[in-house]
Each structure stands twice: as structure tokens, then as C-alpha cells.
Nanobody
Framework: QVQLVESGGGLVQAGGSLRLSCAAS????????MAWFRQASGKEREFVAG????????GYADSVKGRFAISRDNAKNTVYLQMNSLKPEDTAVYHC?????????????????WGQGTQVTVSS
């Protein structure tokens, strides 16, 4: 099992930037695939970005492509989500998640470990 703790959320104006972090502990971080999901009020949790164990393979939801960037530092057991050009529709609780395997998945059901989430609010 991997324990995950997110940080870096907050209130930002539209067009601004935030950087989320997710610190992992437990099993070997380099052995797990990582992803970010988000859940807006009254909506289902949706895939935002994923990154393979090596960091060489990354993927994004169409709604954030070109604005968000996922990265990982295996030496620090941390995954990041750099969010630029934020929009009000990006407002949500952002969760990081992990699973064993080589490649990320866009399906939340495939992830076994989840963080509690960090709130991101974008004002217009």
C-alpha cells in the first residue's frame, strides 16, 4: 500500500497558476504509476493526468492538455501537477492516485491508493 498526501491547492484568479504536490510513502515509489484526478461539486471524479513509472510516458485529459503538466521525482517520492492558465471550470478537489504496473490508466477504478485531496478554486 502507498500513502499519498496532496498539497499546494488554494484560491487563484482565472489565468493564474498553481503547482500541486503529492508525497508518497510506503512501498517503493518508483514501482508505481501515478495520476491526478479531480472531482467538482456534484460531478464524478475524472482523470486529469497520468505518468508512467519511468516518467517517460504522460497523458492528459483533453480539457487540460497544453495547460497542465505532470512530472515526478522518484528520489523525492513526489509527483507534481503544474497548472497554468487556470479557468473557473478547473475548480475541484484534486486527488493523486497510484497503482502498480507500467503505464497509467484513465480509469479511476484501476487505482488502488488515493490521497485525501486538495481544493483548487479558480475565480473569474
Amino acid at each position: 500500500q502507498v500513502q499519498l498526501v496532496e498539497s499546494g491547492g488554494g484560491l487563484v484568479q482565472a489565468g493564474g497558476s498553481l503547482r500541486l504536490s503529492c508525497a508518497a510513502s510506503g512501498r517503493t515509489f518508483s514501482g508505481v504509476v501515478m495520476a491526478w484526478f479531480r472531482q467538482a461539486s456534484g460531478k464524478e471524479r475524472e482523470f486529469v493526468a497520468g505518468i508512467s513509472r519511468s516518467g517517460l510516458s504522460r497523458g492528459y485529459a483533453d480539457s487540460v492538455k497544453g495547460r497542465f503538466a505532470i512530472s515526478r521525482d522518484n528520489a523525492k517520492n513526489t509527483v507534481y501537477l503544474q497548472m497554468n492558465s487556470l479557468k473557473p471550470e478547473d475548480t475541484a478537489v484534486y486527488h493523486c492516485a497510484s497503482k502498480y504496473g507500467l503505464e497509467y490508466s484513465r480509469r479511476r477504478q484501476n487505482y488502488s491508493d488515493w490521497g485525501q485531496g486538495t481544493q483548487v478554486t479558480v475565480s473569474s
